[in-house]
């Protein structure tokens, strides 16, 4: 991996900025410390009632912050309970239910089967109310939580509970997960105790006494399997906090920066469950393991952060995240798959792009804004040399691209007299040329668009015309990461060239990383910004690689505009259009799409054209997962576009029930009812035909 000069020198002024946060040696000692004791004190609360108490998680093993708001994970047991990897270790009179391990069960899940409390023999064909037969007719425990009570919990969520009235003045509100103890350790974990390792990490004492540890079983069956309800998942929990507790303190830095990376970059776009802090503490587990000691040093924080995040990325591309004790279970399995698993891939390629300048914009315990400060007298790429004028001046130009759409059309209305007056107002600004540039590749697009309907619209085609749009075009298809090539693809696809719309189509899709697709202020504050400011690259760039903007068309470009937005062009007639402001509301007899749904549509109309029924029906399926999960600034022409495809392919009713849809959605100004109208013109013609 190729490490930039600067990774050293920030490495270094990072730890020393976590060592202000409560992530030193000594606060993290201590947190232990009191966590233990607090989980002494929680036993002996409950001790009447024969319960075993354990704190796991971000709070025991003290990777956590005051800024990550981080759970206080509790697992409790009955002490007189226990499962049994085999019979071997029954005792009379004990309360005991046996492992069992079978063809249809899940790598990380067992059943557990009752065991008699006189014989050491395992119960078949009994049901109770915590009973349930299993395929082979065992009488298998039913993972319902059993030890709570409805008064006690505020929600469930997976196999845990939100408990509020805890006895310990100490934790008001926690998780708990009730589970079964075994003193085993399990088949399916041996793997792990007899490993290779290179670097001899765990060490062999460390293995032992986590072996020795033995396993918990909590109420949570595969998503997949078919006995769901009767399986118990594996936790190794205990060897889990001995490690982390194990991690020096570079390591235990980078664990706590790839959970802050994770909850600020990934989970609030895709939310909270598809990568966890679990995924990253497995991930630090496998790389401690397979690399040099020497390696973790604080010198090399930004390094490591880095080796994490390739290695997740290539789980993701792989779709298998291995357990760490047991490998044979996919932690991605039903979470990390097709849209998801493309744009996380896409969020963690964009990530080691930036060349551990991510770190500067983490909120949490102000550490982003504090490092800028620790770097502003170094050398360092970091350093935001940027005054507030130019902050301002880049403000203001992407709040332009905002809506480029108006600017793109105000220039070709007034010949390009509003580009000269741009020019003027920011002549004597340093980054005038990458204004210049950015407007000149929007223009070219749709200039290029321009000319081409132009010429196509007479009835002897001036190709030296066509061709010079067709070069415009070209030369505008970098404009951003989408809408500039759609409008390329779109050229294609009206002159019948199927196969070169099908290439740029599947370019776009495969490198669809952008960080802002309908680009509203504050996402550009928030996410732009930073980019511009801490990242070694031009505007243009970063507008090209990162921004997708809505592909609009203008009346003049109608013919290179799809058939089926050209209505968009129409949808303000009549009584409607005496209420429009003329010097505000002009982009009403536009049609513009939003560039995601647009490059599935087109995907569609061209294999419709060449008649490829599987890849078209995919196509259309995209389409409807765009309408239903993404925050589209154009849905009504998206359900327009929608509902002219499914009645291309027959589907009269389901055209008719997403133009319904589209009409509650925006009642005036929609050009749905001219699709409404032709809708029912077509239904009255076959009946008709049928008389």
């Known amino acids: 991996m190729e490490v930039p000069d600067y990774y050293d020198v920030v490495s270094v002024k990072l730890m020393n900025i976590l060592d202000t ?38 709070q025991a093993e003290a990777t956590t912050t005051l800024g990550l708001r981080s759970d206080v994970d509790i697992v409790s047991y009955f002490i007189y309970e226990t499962a049994l990897r085999d019979l071997q270790s029954w005792k009379p009179g004990s309360v005991a239910a046996l492992m069992i391990i079978d063809d249809t069960t899940p790598p990380g899940y067992i059943k557990l089967q009752q065991v008699y409390y006189d014989l050491p023999v395992p119960m078949y064909n009994i049901q109770t109310e915590r009973l349930m037969l299993d395929m082979h007719g065992r009488s298998c425990i039913y993972n319902n939580s059993r ?46 105790i007899t490993r290779h390792r290179e670097h001899n990490w765990p060490s062999q004492e460390t293995i032992s006494i986590i072996q020795q540890s033995g396993t918990l079983l909590v109420p949570v069956g595969h998503k997949l399997s078919p006995e769901r309800i009767l399986e118990w998942r594996i936790s190794l929990s205990y060897g889990e906090k001995i490690l982390v507790w194990q991690f020096n303190s570079t390591q235990h830095k980078c664990y706590s920066l790839l959970k802050m990376i994770n909850k600020y970059f990934i989970k609030k ?46 789980w993701v591309e792989e779709c298998n995240c291995p357990n760490y004790f047991i490998p044979a279970e996919n932690m991605f399995l039903d979470k990390v798959n097709g849209p998801v698993q493309r744009k996380l891939a896409n ?127 070209l030369l505008g298809s970098s404009s951003d990461v989408a809408s500039g090539k759609l409008k390329l693809a779109t050229f294609y696809f009206l002159q019948s060239n199927g196969i070169l719309a099908e290439n740029i189509l599947q370019n776009i899709e495969e490198n669809y990383t952008f960080l802002v697709s309908n680009t509203r202020g504050e996402e550009i504050k928030d996410l732009i910004i930073p980019r511009i400011l801490n990242e070694n690259i031009s505007t243009p760039d970063l507008v090209r690689h990162y921004c997708a903007f809505p592909v609009p068309f203008l009346p003049s470009e109608m013919y290179c505009t ?89 589907s009269l009713v389901q055209s008719y ?31 008709d035909g049928r008389h």
């Not at 020497?294 to 880095?306: G, S």
Request: proline fraction near 3%; aromatic fraction near 10%.
């Open 21 to 58: 946060t409560e992530l030193t040696e000594a606060i993290r000692w201590k947190r232990i410390e009191i966590f233990t004791q607090i989980e002494e004190l929680l036993t002996v609360i409950h001790c009447d009632k024969k319960v075993k108490v354990h704190i796991f998680g971000s």
């Open 147 to 192: 030890f709570l009570k409805p008064d006690r919990y505020q929600e469930h969520h997976g196999p845990a509970c939100t408990m509020t009235d805890s006895q310990c003045s100490i934790i008001t509100s926690y998780d708990l997960v009730p589970a079964y103890r075994s003193h085993s350790w399990p088949y399916t974990a041996s793997e792990w």
């Open 269 to 314: 776009r895709l939310g909270e469950n598809v990568l966890t802090s679990y995924h990253w503490k497995t991930c630090m587990f496998y790389m401690i393991e397979t690399t040099p000691t020497v390696l973790w040093q604080p010198q090399n924080l930004l390094r490591c952060i880095e080796m994490c995040l390739m290695k997740v990325r290539t």
């Open 347 to 473: 969020m963690l390629h964009d990530l080691l792009r930036q060349k551990g300048r991510y770190v500067t914009m983490i909120p949490y315990d102000g550490i982003g804004q504090k490092l800028k400060i620790a770097c502003q007298s170094s050398t360092t790429v970091i350093n935001d040399e940027t005054n507030g004028i130019t902050r301002s001046m880049i403000l203001g130009v992407l709040m332009t691209l905002a809506n480029i759409h108006v600017y793109w059309f105000n220039i070709l209305r007034s010949d390009f007299q509003i580009i000269s007056n741009l020019f003027e107002q920011i002549s004597s600004h340093p980054v005038r040329q990458e204004i210049c540039t950015l407007l000149q590749r929007f223009c070219c697009s749709n200039l290029g668009s321009h000319l081409a309907s132009q010429c196509m619209k007479q009835k002897t085609i001036d190709q030296v015309g066509l061709d010079l749009g067709y070069e415009f075009l």
């Open 562 to 650: 799809p058939g089926a937005l050209i209505p968009e062009m129409f949808r303000s007639t009549g009584s409607h259009q005496i209420a429009l402001n003329p010097d505000e509301d002009y982009w009403q007899s536009w049609a513009v799409v939003d560039p995601k749904f647009y490059l599935y549509f087109l995907q569609y109309q061209c294999y419709h054209q060449q008649n490829k029924i599987t890849h078209k029906m995919v196509a259309l399926s995209n389409m409807i997962w765009v309408i239903r999960h993404e925050q589209l600034q154009y849905k009504d022409t998206a359900l327009n576009l929608l509902a002219f495809c499914l009645k291309e392919d027959g």
């Open 657 to 687: 029930a997403v133009l319904s849809k589209s009409m509650k959605l925006k009642n005036h100004h929609n050009a749905a009812k001219w699709q409404i109208a032709r809708l029912v013109n077509v239904v009255l013609k076959s009946l």
